[in-house]
């Protein structure tokens, strides 16, 4: 398999570094998430400290005690710098630095990096540098008297490390281009969202927490061919397909950007317009990773993430994937959802299952119609085909005889004047 980064010897080494506050948070689990990301992003981690406290100290994020601890750890393993498990602010930054002489970086810098390298499409690499601006903005005092040791690396991808030696101001005329741009985007996004709304599609949109299947899911149902990797964000820019479902009904499936842990409000704010794709959907497929021993905190992020972006009153299907990887017995149960559905999508286990419940759902969604169309009004046929469910057509001497389930819009259409 290829590596991201095919410069091997170039590897950054790390040290992973957070706060336990005692609250119940996974101060574990969420070390080993920032490790994968560091991996991600091209690093390498080589240790981790952690440090209970009831919260991070203002000035340092990490107590005396413990810093000349990470000092003498950061020696010992020969690392680049360190990586600190929370959002730093600039004067945060600017003392760590000072105090541990070496290269700070936090967990919003590193998935910064991550969307930077892996956005391609011109929307894509909007959301990100406008993100990565504002983030930057808000804390260039704090990193301008490090610029010099910041050098290659992650960290540094994206609006490049030129951005930020530029004044403020210019940094905020660079924000404002960007959001015209963006705006540009946005409608374009609406004009496609209003022409699905006159063909009548459903439309499926799925969500979950990254690295939970989305994209192997898409593929599955749809054969759309999307990058997919057992990598955190694997896949940035959102793709919509459309797939048959057994009845012969049609759905059009958009999958979008994964949820993680302490999310950089950046991200979601820049990402806004692709996010609310659910918003606008009839039907959210939640893709839930049912093998991984932090599942329960990963959906309470997705649904948080949801309720942020105001996406409401859904339908929502709960798809706990990789059945094929749980080793145990475990209860499987998802008390925000509607319907639930346990699948592979890797090895197709579940799909016919999944396909018949959409089937089910947009069925529960549809009126009846019974209805003989005359010969020249054949099209209307193929519409309800392609939006509806057709039960059964037969060729009369007076015309078509259709029996089928359709969207409430398309059976008043049927029938108007």
Not at 33 to 48: D, F, I, M, N, S
Not at 195 to 203: A, C, D, I
Not at 377 to 406: M, N
Request: proline letters at 2%; aromatic letters at 6%; hydrophobic letters at 40%.
């Amino acid at each position: 398999m290829t590596e991201f980064y095919e410069n091997k010897a170039a590897e950054e080494r790390l040290i992973l570094v957070g706060i336990c506050t005692g609250d119940g948070e996974d101060i574990q689990g969420s070390l080993r998430e920032l490790a994968q990301l560091v991996e991600t992003a091209g690093a390498q981690a080589v240790g981790w400290a952690v440090q209970n406290r009831e919260s991070a100290h203002p000035g340092t994020y990490l107590g005396k005690g413990k810093l000349e601890e990470v000092k003498w750890q950061v020696w010992e393993q020969e690392a680049d710098g360190i990586v600190c498990d929370d959002e730093l602010s600039p004067a945060q930054l600017r003392n760590l630095e000072q105090a541990l002489d070496t290269k700070v970086l936090d967990r919003t810098m590193v998935i910064l990096d991550i969307f930077a390298s892996r956005a391609r499409t011109r929307e894509g690499k909007i959301q990100v540098e406008l993100a990565q601006l504002r983030f930057r903005s808000a804390r260039l005092v704090g990193m301008r008297n490090s610029l010099s040791r910041l050098g290659g690396g992650i960290g540094t991808r994206g609006p490049g490390e030129t951005k930020l030696e530029v004044d403020r101001r210019r940094i905020h005329q660079r924000i404002g281009q960007l959001k015209v741009e963006l705006e540009d985007v946005k409608r374009h996004r609406q004009v496609a969202r209003q022409q699905r709304s006159r063909n009548p599609v459903p439309v499926v949109a799925i969500v979950g927490y990254t690295n939970a299947g989305k994209s192997t899911l898409l593929n599955q149902m749809t054969n759309a061919g999307i990058l997919a990797e057992d990598k955190l964000f694997a896949t940035l820019d959102p793709a919509t397909r459309k797939a048959e479902l057994p009845g012969g009904g049609q759905v059009l499936i958009t999958d979008t950007v994964g949820f993680i842990r302490k999310l950089p409000h950046h991200l979601v704010d820049a990402f806004k317009s692709t996010l609310e794709e659910a918003k606008y959907s009839d039907i959210i497929l939640h893709v839930v990773d049912a093998s991984s021993p932090w599942m329960e905190m990963q959906m309470h992020v997705v649904y948080d993430t949801l309720r942020h972006l105001e996406v409401q009153g859904k339908t929502v299907i709960t798809v706990f994937n990789k059945m094929d990887k749980v080793e145990k017995d475990v209860v499987l149960k998802d008390f925000q959802s509607d319907y639930q559905v346990q699948i592979s999508a890797e090895t197709g286990e579940g799909l016919s299952e999944l396909g018949a419940l959409l089937e089910q759902i947009l069925r529960s969604q549809r009126v009846y119609l019974e209805k003989v169309f005359d010969y020249h009004e054949a099209g209307q046929v193929q519409w309800i085909r392609q939006s509806g469910q057709l039960l059964s057509e037969e060729y009369e001497k007076d015309g078509i005889r259709v029996k089928a389930y359709v969207p409430a819009e398309l059976f008043a259409s049927f029938f108007s004047s």
